[in-house]
């Protein structure tokens, strides 16, 4: 399936500096080198009409010097397979240059068995779509980045923090390693996360409104606590350096999230 224009144009939130929001065309340069998401709802750009729901990478460029680009193309609902097959990668290729990153995050929607549109099967399907954003990242000059799926928030009835991604971030270690590619276990610190902070405080994390219990999308401090693990884990790999990031261990103010106007294509 092709991309219209206007799943063009809110699929690929442009590349923007640190706290900004604002569509445009991502141009990188040897200085503003540019981070691309490729993810489903847990990391994707919302709107107004989805507020107060947000998508870690909205939080990330809070942790980003301001010369180090995000721009977010994650989208709800997507799976590895999806995103290729409705042209999504393709536009993040058509716009990534050399010394840009790609970071990949799905999961969520690959478990769905009874989508054929979405399912990808672990240790096959999974990891080959996951090659054509590495091989399609590694041919223009940029380097691909792995990143486990950010767990949902599950207990069992000891307050035990439980795993919902079956193989698939085995699968995605696995990978990384045969590729020799970055891998930001976030699956492995969420789940660690969670458990320290147990059955209800973890509430105040997920999209828990008068409306809806969400125990997979995050609200602004659930999007910051992601983001601020995303980009230790870029740093611990060494994919950023130290002069890339800030506020590592700084509290942000949820206040520092917005919703642009419209939605989600």
Do not use: C
Not at 169 to 193: N, T
């Amino acid at each position: 399936m092709s991309l219209t224009r206007r799943q063009v144009t809110v699929a690929a939130l442009a590349a923007v500096p640190l706290g900004a929001a604002v569509a445009g065309t991502a141009q990188a340069s040897p200085r503003h080198r540019t981070l691309y998401i490729a993810g489903d709802s847990t990391a994707a750009q919302k709107y107004a009409d989805a507020a107060p729901e947000t998508g870690w990478g909205m939080a990330l460029p809070f942790f980003l010097h301001k010369d180090r680009l995000v721009s977010n193309h994650a989208v709800n609902g997507r799976s590895s397979k999806s995103f290729v097959d409705e042209g999504r990668l393709e536009v993040i290729l058509a716009a990534i240059r050399p010394g840009d990153f790609l970071l990949i995050q799905f999961a969520h929607n690959d478990e769905k068995v009874t989508d054929p549109a979405r399912y990808t099967e672990p240790w096959t399907t999974y990891q080959d779509y996951l090659r054509l954003y590495i091989d399609g990242a590694r041919a223009r000059g940029a380097r691909p980045v792995l990143a486990t799926a950010v767990e949902r928030r599950r207990f069992d009835a000891d307050g035990n923090a439980v795993p919902t991604h079956g193989d698939y971030p085995a699968a995605m270690r696995a990978l990384a390693q045969e590729e020799r590619v970055a891998l930001l276990d976030i699956q492995a610190l969420s789940l660690a996360l969670w458990q320290r902070l147990g059955v209800e405080e973890t509430k105040k994390y997920f999209n828990w409104t008068a409306a809806e219990q969400d125990n997979t999308h995050f609200n602004p401090p659930g999007a910051i606590a992601v983001a601020r693990l995303v980009a230790r884990e870029l740093l611990r790999t060494r994919v950023l350096g130290p002069q890339d990031v800030r506020r590592l261990g700084e509290e942000i103010p949820e206040s520092r999230i917005t919703w642009p106007e419209g939605s989600a294509a």
